[in-house]
């Protein structure tokens, strides 16, 4: 089970934040596929947002095909995600780099600035690209997709 | 079930015969299953509107249609709970529960008022009177909770919660949204405490509506933009603007692309909101309201 956190001063979409938390979750293994994700009603309760946020970040999972809905039972993870879970060999190269850097008197500071530049030369910009795309959708569609998976996920709580 | 909760056609109400109107030509839809936030400063008309949709005031002059009828006789699928959340003060809460029960025959979750009251740490055997603002609050909102409404009225609800209590019964409002697709109306004069958790929103300013419709969309047709002092705005549709310096700062509706030398960003909710309250004369967007609201 993964349990959300939205900072609300992050200026990240707070759907983009769950979408982002599960992602991470799934890539740390701490969400496999098969596992269920928290209901609509789970994750408001808990953070206080707004249902249509969450319904909004699942049907992006979705879109993605790392989560996949079942009608009258939730919300469940398809397919794991990354090629490095947490022993690969590739995390290994990463804290022996680490260690050098450190020993090198780089900062902390130092070692981030550099690790997302090396990032962002390796994987061009990835985040927030698909943001918008749902601010297209019609409004009747999405209203009536509202209300259909109100009540797949009250089911399922 | 309607698709619609709420729809106003040119409502005003005055106080008196020949008193003040305390809202006046609103014209606005909110489609069932949604959570909007109604904003603005004190005296604008909020609680008014909330009233009216209670059934507990009748209208000067247009309409109001709340649940598909007149709002008197959706009375019993509508909950209201107004900001001085009168409660009988010589009941306990648990008879004051009872009471609830009682009077919403066939619709009451019991185990829902009981979480609610819980949450609090109250004793049920202690008379309302006896019981701090946030408390008292807390009691009503499980009565709110608790009668199952489709629409659920609440005039500044959080208002004297401590931080604590306002995320989890925000959450509790929300969990209800989320399971029933319940539509909830609440007016607040603190945007930020709205925010995440509202996606509809209704402006209301001087007695008249300022600005209607979904937030994404409101926003989505809001750009924040800073250009060098002098620049002219034409053609955009200006809501403010501000000139500090050498900067010239303003939030606009554009009209068409804006130039690549100024810088755009999108406006939050609470500076989009404080845009059109600086601005009595910034005129509602209608083509939005039209399709939106």
Redesign the interface.
Known sequence: MVAYRIDRHSGVATYVQIVQQTKQAIRLNLLRPGDKLPTAREVVEATAINPNTVLKAYRELEREGLVEARRGLGTFVRRSLGAAPADSPLRGELDAWAVRARAAGLEREDVAALFSAVLEQHFAHHAGERAQHEQHEQHEQRDRRDQRDRRDQGGAS | MT?TAMEAAELGKRFGRRGGWGLRHCTFRL?A?R?CAVVGPNGAGKSTLLALAAGLLAPTEGTLTVLGGEPASARARVAFVDQHKPLYPQLTVAETLRMGADLNPGRWDARTAERVVAGGDLDPGKRIRALSGGLRTRVALALALAKRPELLLLDEPMADLDPLAR??L??????Q?????TTIVMSSHVVAEL?????HLLLVGGGRVRLAG?I?DLL?AHTRVSAPAGTSLAPHTVVTSRTTGRQLSAVLRPAGPLPGDWRAGAPTLEELVLSYLRNPEAPAPTELQE??A
Not at chain 2, 177 to 181: I, M
């Open positions: 698709d489609p299953g959570v995320h989890e925000m959450g509790s409002l929300m969990a949204a989320a399971e029933h697709g925010e995440d958790s509202c996606d979904e994404d989505a399709t939106t």
